[in-house]
């Protein structure tokens, strides 16, 4: 099973009997509750508000967003916020969190704590499903906005965390492409001498449930016919459904190209903790923080 | 003076009162004689081809390519073509090089050569034009194919190279983005600390004829929208002619998002030499050496 667009996965979590839970942290702003006000509305999630009470209130009477008062946790400050929502998720009191108004290292914090938090033992990683304009499914891109630099072994758990979560979909045997400049191994070139070395872990069995190619440069990666023209033969071949790139740098072009040069839409989170963490931001679409909130539910209902 | 696409380039070539030049080293090549036939067919250049004469001779009449014998020089071995067709730009016999059927690094011995070579001082880099389906005006990306891991003395030359290039088009004060993950300054992130120093450069005079900014983001560089939503102040802004990656890695995903991904059109060749050297690869598309020639002819002119 492969995801071919957004609307089959909206389609296969609107069939869910029920919603999902989204914990959001600092849930007093606007642009946060107009999401989840939009995915309530589809019967996609149901919130639970961690936030300046008075405040949630209020926005939420302004948008049409109607929200028990039980759902609402009081808790002005942000770090409190956090450490709440934190809570909420180890009480069985939701499936996943949403940042609200507050800072990224502030939500993370509680996240990665060692004893309270919701760590797996493995880095935390950025996935992100982006619908592109020419290709024939969804395509995964990891990591572009959490690990910066990610040594040989990070990139290890970020392959983990991208399969786990891609099984929790219904794929079975994900490809993934490590992705280079170059196709041929270089000693000059650390990002190619890496890509092999995890290829030859999945050879070995040390990563498994997925199909590991690399050194591979992206057009490969995605198209069969330049594959053919450049003599590349491997499964993943213009069929990668992962691309994992070295690092923050290329990730970000890569990111940034898919939406604001190709006009792909996205929608990704954290994976790595035991339930996703959906971060967007101000740049964030109002379409990208609504499919965020569909995939961190079909990934939640997968588990 | 800026470019707002391909076609605007091709009628300023169509437009010179005679074709230029166009050195091929190891022209005994179906696909490069192909696209030069093309060209040759509208007028934009003229050939001089240097390999393996019965050859040329041979491919020229299967496919139509009226040439002068005078014109084509026997060199039937790689190394000695492309160190005659250098000899031959030193004669005034030809305006521009491309490179045939020979190794790239085959073709740029001779380039190189301290001595004998087409050397200005600085490093030689790749400047490429992409046309892309949401951008007003054509945009240059470099340097993804020649300096792999340039340092900040050489991120300079590449901008010098690229600026002085874009002066030959006909550009006044072109706006160059040194592109990272982040719009801060990170020491944890080099490439910040570089576009920084670029940035400094070009206040303090050291790099002219251009306006620098950097770190920026490529959404920012892009687009005036994200930029005032992300409150990025610039002249650059959703307006950069040119984008500077760091390093190849981010130049080469760049690049084939915007083929692969954006499907875009492509022009490119290497700069920083005293004539431009188009070099295009199996992997390149009629289209795209067909508009490389162009390229290379216009701004042979403006010189």
Redesign the interface.
């Known amino acids: 099973m492969v995801l071919k667009n957004f609307d089959v996965l909206i389609e296969k979590v609107k069939s869910f009997p029920e919603p999902k839970k989204v914990v959001v942290a600092a849930a007093g702003d606007a642009h946060t509750l107009e999401a989840i006000r939009e995915a309530v509305d589809e019967g996609i999630v149901k919130p639970v508000l961690v936030g300046d009470k008075a405040k949630i209130l209020e926005i939420a009477a302004g948008i049409g967003l109607a929200v028990e008062e039980d759902d609402i946790y009081d808790e002005p400050e942000a770090a409190a916020a956090a450490q709440r929502s934190v809570a909420l998720i180890h009480e069985g009191r939701g499936d996943f969190i949403m940042k609200g108004k507050l800072e990224t290292a502030q939500i993370l914090k509680p996240v990665v704590n060692r004893e309270t938090g919701l760590g797996t033992g493995r880095v935390m990683s950025h996935f992100v499903f982006d619908e592109?304009?020419?290709?024939h499914k969804l395509l995964v891109t990891t990591d572009?906005g959490m690990m910066?630099y990610p040594t040989l072994e990070q990139k290890k758990d970020i392959i983990v965390n991208t399969v786990e979560t891609l099984e929790a979909l219904g794929y079975e045997n994900p490809k993934v492409a490590c992705?280079?400049?170059?196709e041929k191994v270089n000693p000059?070139?650390p990002?190619t001498v890496e890509a092999d070395a995890l290829k030859q872990m999945n050879r070995n069995g040390e990563i498994t449930g997925c199909i590991i190619e690399g050194p591979i440069?992206?057009?490969i990666a995605?198209?069969k016919e330049?594959a053919d023209?450049?003599g590349y033969d491997s499964p993943v071949a213009g069929d990668a459904d992962v691309i994992l790139?070295?690092?923050?740098?290329?990730?970000?072009?890569?990111g940034?190209?898919?939406?604001?040069?190709?006009?792909?839409n996205m929608a990704g989170f954290i994976v790595g903790a035991k339930v996703p963490i959906v971060l967007t931001s101000?740049?964030s679409s109002a379409k990208e923080k609504y499919l965020s909130l569909v995939l961190a539910s079909a990934v939640t209902a997968g588990k």
Chains 1, 2 share one sequence.
């Not at 790139?245 to 890569?254: C, K, Y």
């Open positions: 592109l304009p020419y290709y572009g910066t992705v280079a400049a170059v000059k070139m990002e440069s992206l057009d995605l198209s330049i023209l450049k790139v070295p690092n923050i740098q290329v990730g970000n072009i890569l940034k190209s898919i939406t604001v040069i190709a006009r792909g101000r740049g």
